[in-house]
């Protein structure tokens, strides 16, 4: 008679064992990789869910570290206008013909206008040879050259020194530190010239040139070439507010303390008026940077709330206390106002003006007319010493990006804290899950295997117990 195994695991006769065994998985085991993965869920979703959290954590560091390099920005655009030696000490020289002169000023000048009249400018001394045939020609003689006052330099003409040609006597006076002057060949018609120009302009500069060259010219016969002055070394004369000037070169460094003059051309008969004053332009420019990378730092800010009424929208920060921390000291540094200065008391009074968004915008007519005309008080309410704007507003940035204590400073540093926290965590887990799988797949493999053997035992089984019928 047939016998059966109760409890739904193995039913019926030997001949039924077959489709028992597929509906029950009987001798085709089990997916092992399949239980181990169920049994795993748990864990995996923890890894994920910490992984989410280190991926949100890297978007607000990225995120606060660049707010963090454009207050930084703001920064260094402050200093630059507090900074004594900085761009508001900037002084300018324009002059009224540049024809004749140009200037340049730097922050030691005094803000004055100035008359200057050019009766000649400086000249750089040459001298020159007689013509001899070619520059390859054979050549002997004597040669000195004294440059100004200093002592007479002998050059040698020989053929000893490779000096026995013209072009043997340029490459040795260039190759040579002490003569003071370059040497080179002129061509015409008439054949080959050495010439030479001093090294420096001026009376110093001025060449006396000795000697005579001595070489063999048509019909055989010796001929000789004797050197000449070209130009005389002079230097340039002017005056400057009535005073005379002599100035070895035509670039004038002492005439007008802070200023320097380079002469262009000679004008006796006419007066050019150099102004010296401070460089608007450049204060004008620097503000508008300042205003620049500040509207950069506080439209990032702002962007991090800009929550709509759903709820959608802001940044990675908006739940970071310190950006809005960040952002109301910000504003309260732009708001800075000082007493007196002669009416710039505060940005707004130089056309610096705070918009309700917090940024802030130039009144280009209000910012000119404060530079023009009160042009100190300016100075003053950005460089005063502890009590002027950038003062208080280098103390602001330093409570905020200031190494060590900095508000958004510390923010990071927490931030790459629990980011390396969790890096962690996840690898902890990661670690401990590796083992966990190895375990299971072990557990579940054996499990696959006995499944596969329940037809044999099941047939022997049966066989057993049809045996005892």
Same mark, same amino acid.
């Given at each position: 008679m047939a016998s059966s195994i109760t409890g739904g695991a193995l039913t019926g006769s030997s001949g039924s064992s077959s489709s028992t065994s597929t509906a029950y998985g009987l001798g085709q085991g089990i997916d092992v990789n399949q239980f181990v993965q169920l049994a795993l869920t748990f864990d995996n979703a923890r890894i994920t869910s910490l992984q989410n959290s280190q991926s949100a954590l890297y978007t607000q560091s990225g995120a606060l570290s660049q707010l963090t390099s454009e207050i930084g920005a703001v920064q260094g655009a402050a200093q630059a206008l507090s900074d004594p030696l900085g761009t508001l000490t900037g002084m300018t020289a324009s002059v009224s013909d540049s024809s004749v002169l140009s200037a340049s000023a730097t922050s030691s000048a005094s803000a004055a206008t100035h008359t200057i009249t050019v009766n000649s400018l400086a000249t750089t001394s040459s001298a020159y040879s007689d013509a001899v045939p070619a520059s390859d020609t054979a050549i002997s003689g004597s040669l000195s050259i004294q440059v100004g006052s200093g002592t007479a330099v002998t050059v040698p003409v020989d053929a000893a020194h490779g000096t026995s040609t013209l072009a043997g006597l340029v490459s040795y006076i260039n190759g040579q530190s002490n003569t003071g002057v370059t040497a080179s060949i002129v061509k015409d018609s008439n054949g080959a010239r050495l010439a030479l120009l001093s090294h420096a302009s001026g009376a110093p500069g001025d060449l006396t040139v000795n000697g005579t060259l001595s070489f063999t010219g048509t019909n055989s016969q010796v001929a000789s070439a004797s050197f000449h002055q070209g130009v005389q070394g002079k230097n340039a004369s002017l005056t400057v507010d009535g005073i005379p000037i002599s100035s070895a070169t035509n670039t004038v460094s002492n005439a007008i303390s802070g200023v320097t003059l380079s002469l262009n051309s000679a004008d006796p008969n006419s007066q050019v008026n150099v102004a010296v004053g401070a460089d608007t332009q450049n204060a004008t420019n620097a503000i508008n940077a300042f205003v620049s990378a500040y509207n950069t730092a506080i439209k990032d800010i702002n962007a991090q709330f800009a929550v709509l009424s759903d709820g959608s929208g802001g940044g990675p920060l908006e739940a970071d206390g310190s950006v809005r921390q960040a952002q109301s000291m910000l504003l309260g540094a732009i708001a800075y106002s000082i007493g007196g200065n002669n009416g710039i008391v505060n940005l707004s009074s130089m056309g610096v003006n705070l918009n309700n968004d917090g940024t802030l915008s130039v009144d280009n007519a209000t910012l000119t007319d404060a530079l023009t005309n009160n042009y100190s008080a300016v100075q003053a309410f950005f460089q005063t010493t502890t009590t002027g704007f950038g003062a208080n507003f280098s103390n602001v940035m330093n409570s905020l990006v200031g190494p060590g204590n900095g508000v958004l400073t510390v923010d990071s540093q927490g931030l790459s804290q629990t980011t390396r926290d969790l890096s962690q965590q996840i690898s902890?887990? +990661?670690?401990?899950?590796?083992?966990?799988?190895?375990? *299971?797949? &072990?557990?579940?493999? +054996?499990?696959?295997?006995?499944?596969?053997?329940?037809? *044999?035992? &099941?047939a022997q089984m049966s066989q057993q117990l049809g045996s005892l019928a």
């Open positions: 902890d887990l +990661q670690t401990a899950l590796a083992v966990k799988q190895q375990n *299971l797949v &072990q557990v579940y493999a +054996q499990v696959n295997a006995t499944l596969q053997e329940l037809p *044999l035992l &099941q």
